[in-house]
């Protein structure tokens, strides 16, 4: 079964309520479920359904509010030629495509991506490896978009060997949501091109909740394991799909499980029309001191948010240190305190 794409197709699927919003909904951002997402969505329980949640599109989409923005993490005002977001001095985004293998409903690119948005065009790729040729403080170039596993391993392959031939670039980093939502992708070829001959390649795994990791899923990041490929993860915090503890906690074994070390635990951005999926930082907070008392040290994500203006990710907490001006008190995983010579 192909990937399904229009409000008539999830219809004939029975994934949709009929709502007179739905359609401006599925205007303001592309519609992709892939049958390996397709396949895991409970049709006896929609509403609260994690995965439907994340990809069916929803009449809340066309609730706006005034603190949402368009570009909610600044990436325009960061971005020196086409394609390329030069925030930290040592490393860079590069976007090469804006197509997915499925549009998640919550993406803080959901104005930017879509099989509408264009790809560079060759001279455009050439400009924006000109730019990181010519900065060589530029340590790390980080492939994102879009998906850029969704190019054909030719081209990835060539725009790693392009950025593997630059010397002072000496990580490549790729984000992808591919592995797990249509794993039949991850191939020999496409593992191949993941592979720089010098440069060491990193492979970030979007992955939001352990139902995702599939026996399919499972066996793709197995694959790149397998290849020496490091793999990290990252996770959005959303309500309806992962705002609880236990999801949480069986996300992250799960992920380590797998191999992939759990990098960023991203507090949701203030996109337009995604205010069903935020949580309260507060709320965000308790989750990742639960999940200290829980977990590994190795299974624990950083919680993040991305500034709003493009000022970038700061870490935010929980804060374990107490606001004591005479002594240090730190606070235990368990809600203990204890007092710190110093
Ligand atoms: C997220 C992001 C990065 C990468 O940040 P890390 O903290 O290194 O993962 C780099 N540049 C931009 C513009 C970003 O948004
Ligand atoms: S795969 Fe990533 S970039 Fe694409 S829609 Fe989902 S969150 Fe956005």
């Keep these: 079964m192909p990937t399904l794409r229009t409000l008539q197709e999830l219809d004939r699927e029975g994934l949709l309520s009929p709502d007179p919003r739905l359609a401006t909904a599925a205007q303001s951002m592309a519609i992709a479920i892939t049958p390996e997402m397709l396949a895991l969505i409970d049709h006896g329980d929609l509403a609260h359904d994690p995965i439907a949640r994340q990809f069916v599109p929803s009449p809340a989409e066309t609730e706006v509010s005034a603190d949402e923005l368009a570009d909610p993490i600044g990436d325009e005002a960061r971005s020196p030629v086409k394609g390329l977001v030069h925030r930290y001095p040592d490393r860079v985004l590069l976007k090469p495509l804006h197509v997915c293998p499925v549009y998640c409903r919550f993406c803080f690119r959901r104005e930017k991506v879509g099989p509408g948005g264009e790809a560079l065009s060759a001279a455009e790729l050439e400009a924006a490896l000109a730019y990181i040729r010519a900065h060589p403080e530029i340590w790390e170039v980080i492939l994102t978009g879009g998906d850029p596993l969704m190019l054909a391993a030719r081209r990835l392959g060539e725009l790693i ?97 797998c191999r992939v070390k759990p990098y960023y635990l991203h507090h949701p951005d203030l996109v337009r029309g995604t205010g069903h999926f935020r949580v309260s930082i507060e709320h965000g907070q308790a989750l990742m001191k639960a999940l200290r008392g829980r977990l590994s040290g190795l299974a624990q994500p950083t919680y993040v948010l991305d500034v709003p203006g493009g000022h970038g990710k700061v870490p935010i907490g929980p804060a374990y240190l107490g606001d004591d001006p005479d002594a240090m008190v730190v606070e235990d995983a368990f809600g203990a305190r204890h007092r710190y010579p110093g």
């Excluded at 031939?165 to 990580?171: F, G, K, L, N, R």
């Excluded at 979007?206 to 020496?228: F, I, M, W």
Aim: hydrophobic share 50%.
């Design 161 to 257: 060997a392009a950025l593997d031939a630059i010397p002072h670039v000496a990580v490549i980093r790729v984000h992808s949501r591919v592995p797990v939502v249509d794993p039949g992708r991850v191939m020999e070829e496409l593992v191949a091109s993941l592979k720089p001959r010098r440069a060491s390649l990193w492979l970030g795994i979007h992955c939001n909740h352990a139902r995702e990791l599939t026996p399919a899923a499972r066996s793709a990041l197995a694959r790149l394991a397998d290849a020496g490929i490091p793999l990290m993860g990252q996770t959005v915090l959303l309500h309806g799909v992962n705002d609880d503890v236990e999801t949480l906690e069986a996300l992250m074994r799960a992920l380590v499980t």
